[in-house]
């Protein structure tokens, strides 16, 4: 009975207190004692005639024999699928019928990915941007769940989830203008590629911390419940983002204060080199779910319908009962895990090339639209064309542009420019103008 | 670390919780009734003597307070004309293990007065969340020996989120508070000064009080602020400085030093409860020496405001700083570089810190631990005569 030793002292230090400081009127006190008793009653009522556990910290039946419980990881939590890898679909019941329209978006959508990505990656290789991370094989996770989403729920991402924003209409020119820093840049050129943020498009900005996002996304999501705004939050990150403090504390805060929050996990088999028998040993992610109370469930995430219908209705039940649901997408990281890093150090050729070729969300979706007679050809060659020419408009007019101001370098460190960094600012100038030779200004705004 | 903590607090012995017997020595010296306790169990006095500010005129009706008091009245003032605004953190909901928060969540709901599970990074990243969905957050880590699990939301997320999204997003309504500083015997992970480690990080604003009248005025302006602020509250003054406080809301700015007492022979600078001590150390090199000293309250540690200081070291000529935490890395030293730059000519005397020593901080070591008194005094005296 610790606790109510702990309420005896409250209360006597209350009156000690109040002794000393005559602010305290005795209406507070009261109002005080009262509270916590109230709060004693919170606990549970203690029966001690009937023989079950009174335990407060769970509740359960006693047992009479000495059983661990038993980690299920050979047979796990099974992973929901709609179409097969032919894009047939497998139970019509579960067919979200979406109409032609939306289904060419979506294809055409994560396509533009692929295509952007193909070519931000070789532009890397030429050095002409400092950085990129592809995303493929995880085109069907971004636009499968974004388009299940309302557009003013709000995102936390990772970094792997660019298909997020081009889903809501992120413009290449700007995809592009974060890559290169240019002046065009949200956000002012500060930070590394593939770091891109939108606030019109309420997808929060990119950080390389990782799992920093989940308990924000909490925060975040607790906000929107008290405006009563009708919002959802949704947070992505990797599986091996998961293993981080920050993704227990999210899990766990989402849970107790009831956010109107999805937790989407892509489960690409890898980060960086760590494959997931060195990241966890219990059955993947959405095992975990349960431990926090969470509704959890495992999806395909090269099966873009799939990820769609478990997004929807998570992001229904979210909101509509505030709480957390994790949604973990089981996929493959086709490329390397960025422009810095050579996969087939870590993994055989064979088996990047079963996920790219036998079962990549590109593939299947299209499989699916040419058995609906949507997509043939015809239409494949056009788009490729039309794509491809659209990325490298963009692409050439961020490269023309120039950089951001390098004023730019000390603002929004705060709201306000404090007096201490104004003094380094033109300090700063001062130098620039006496050494600019050396400093390549004409690449700058001015 | 917290489970630590919740068995000092919880189940300690029944005569001296942590708490309790974190103000036993007031409550000592104010009850006739303990003076019959062997004296051998009698704590060490305590290093400093509170003295009060003026009493405020100008924001209206003042009510006696201590510093919990105040801390609490500015948060009532706070949640009371900001509907968007949650207190949170661990144990919180039934007024927090200071006090701090007593009567909030009656007043203002379940909802916006809410404990946290235990966990510091959790609670600074919701922070973030609450604040970056344009609510206002504010934060409670229970000790600021506690911050260090939530350093990475601090200094990677809360410092850079304005800047790093090119102020599409920013997390400027979080407030942090914590209570900070010495305490008596609150050994080494309930003692702690981690201001310098944030000092380093340009984004936060960072604010420790020396009072009643102060932590009230500058926690509202903590809040009212559009940037991640870290708010350290003296724990030793929490029951020990009283005063007059209004009980309507009001700003005292940040990021401005106060002079509290004008002297013409040496500057001294200090913040939180450190403040009191330079304030006798004063009145000793008045008496003893007949030195004339400026006492400086800091108040903000980052931005500070380096106007004041240099403008006093201009005029005195000399400059102490003393703090609770470690000399090496301390903020002193971040104050002391500065004004040699700026007021090299002026000095007479090489800059002084008197402050912790570079050890953690102890717990039956502790009167020989602080840069108490005495040892700013002999500073003093060697500063003097230099």
């Known amino acids: 009975m610790a606790s109510v030793r702990g309420l005896q002292k409250w209360v006597g230090i209350g009156f000690h207190a109040f002794r000393q400081h005559s602010a305290l009127n005795s209406s507070r006190v009261l109002q005080q004692r009262a509270f916590r008793l109230s709060g004693a009653r919170c606990q549970q009522p203690f029966d001690s005639s009937v023989e079950k556990p009174q335990f407060p910290g769970a509740s359960a039946e006693f047992v009479d024999h000495l059983e661990f419980i038993q980690p299920n990881v050979i047979s796990g939590i099974p992973i929901y699928r709609v179409m097969d890898r032919q894009g047939q679909i497998i139970n019509p019941s579960e067919d979200p019928k979406l109409p032609k329209e939306t289904v060419l978006n979506f294809y055409q959508k994560m396509t533009l990915l692929n295509t952007m990505d193909r070519i931000l990656y070789e532009s890397q290789r030429q050095g002409r941007i400092s950085f990129y991370m592809t995303n493929y094989g995880e085109e069907g996770t971004h636009i499968g769940s974004a388009a299940a989403l309302e557009p003013n729920d709000l995102v936390f991402g990772q970094y792997r989830e660019a298909g997020v924003l081009m889903y809501r209409g992120f413009p290449l020119d700007l995809f592009m203008a974060q890559c290169y820093a240019n002046a065009d840049d949200l956000g002012k050129g500060r930070q590394m590629p593939v770091h891109y943020g939108c606030r019109d498009l309420n997808f929060v900005t990119i950080s390389s911390p990782l799992a920093t996002q989940l308990p924000q996304a909490a925060g975040a999501a607790y906000a929107l419940k008290r405006e009563n705004s009708n919002r959802a939050v949704v947070c992505y990150f990797g599986e091996g983002a998961a293993s981080e403090g920050d993704a227990h504390a999210g899990f766990n805060f989402a849970a107790t204060l009831e956010c109107p929050l999805i937790f989407f996990c892509r489960n690409n088999g890898y980060a960086i080199s760590t494959p997931t028998d060195e990241q966890y040993r219990g059955d993947g992610i959405a095992a975990r779910g349960p431990g926090y109370g969470m509704l959890s469930i495992r999806v395909d995430g090269n099966d873009v319908f799939a990820v769609y219908n478990v997004t929807k209705e998570a992001r229904r039940r979210a909101v509509a009962e505030n709480q957390p649901f994790l949604i973990e997408a089981m996929t493959y990281r086709i490329g390397h895990h960025s422009t810095s890093d050579d996969s087939s150090a870590y993994r055989s050729v064979d088996e990047v090339n079963y996920w790219d070729k036998q079962d990549h969300p590109i593939s299947r979706l299209r499989h699916y639209m040419t058995a609906c007679g949507w997509w043939g050809e015809e239409e494949e060659r056009a788009w490729r064309k039309q794509s491809r020419k659209l990325v490298m408009e963009a692409f050439e007019r961020a490269e023309k542009r120039l950089k951001p101001h390098p004023d730019l370098l000390f603002t929004d460190v705060y709201n306000e420019m404090t007096p201490g960094l104004d003094q380094q600012r033109e300090s700063f100038w001062r130098h620039i103008q006496q050494y600019k030779e050396h400093y390549p200004l004409d690449l700058y705004e001015k | ?386």
């Open chain 2, 1 to 386: 670390m917290m489970a630590a903590v919740r068995l000092l607090l919880r189940t300690g012995s029944s005569s001296s919780s942590f708490v309790h017997s974190g103000f036993g020595a007031t409550l000592l010296r104010l009850s006739p009734s303990c003076s019959s306790r062997p004296k051998t169990q009698k704590r060490h006095a305590a290093h400093f003597t509170y003295q009060p500010d003026p009493v405020p005129a100008e924001y209206g009706p003042t009510v006696k307070m201590n510093l919990f008091q105040s801390v609490t009245s500015a948060l009532d003032n706070r949640l009371a004309t900001d509907p968007t605004a949650v207190i949170f953190g661990e144990d919180v909901a039934f007024g927090g293990v200071f006090r701090c928060t007593v009567g909030l969540r009656d007043k203002y709901g379940k909802d916006r007065v809410f404990n946290t599970p235990l966990c510091e990074q959790g609670i600074v990243g919701f922070g973030i969340g609450v604040a970056a969905a344009g609510a206002t957050a504010i934060a409670e880590i229970q000790f600021a020996d506690y911050i260090f699990p939530a350093f990475d939301q601090i200094v990677n997320e809360a410092a850079k989120y304005r800047y790093r999204s090119g102020n599409l997003f920013d997390c400027g309504n979080l407030t942090i508070r914590a209570p900070w500083g010495c305490v008596g015997h609150g050994s080494l992970y309930h003692s702690q000064s981690p201001e310098a480690f944030f000092a380093h990080c340009p984004g936060l604003k960072i604010v420790v009080p020396r009072g009643p009248i102060q932590a009230k005025g500058l926690l509202l302006s903590c809040f009212a602020d559009k940037n991640p602020c870290i708010f350290f509250e003296p724990k030793i003054l929490y029951r020990a400085a009283v005063e007059q406080v209004p009980t309507e809301p009001y700003h005292i700015p940040l990021s401005q030093a106060e002079v509290v007492q004008e002297g013409s022979d040496m500057t001294f600078v200090a913040w939180g409860t450190q403040v009191h001590v330079m304030r006798e150390v004063a009145t000793m090199a008045q008496e003893k020496l007949g030195v004339s000293c400026e006492v400086i309250d800091l108040r903000t540690i980052l931005p500070w405001d380096v106007e004041t200081i240099c403008k006093s070291v201009v005029k005195t000529g000399r400059l102490l700083i003393s703090h609770e935490a470690p000399v090496t890395g301390g903020f002193a030293a971040e104050i002391s570089s500065t004004v040699q730059e700026q007021c090299f000519l002026n000095l007479e005397a090489p800059i002084t810190r008197v402050c912790g020593y570079d050890t953690p901080f102890p717990h039956i070591f502790e009167p020989f631990y602080i840069p108490d008194k005495w040892k700013c005094f002999e500073a003093v005296k060697r500063m003097i005569s230099y």
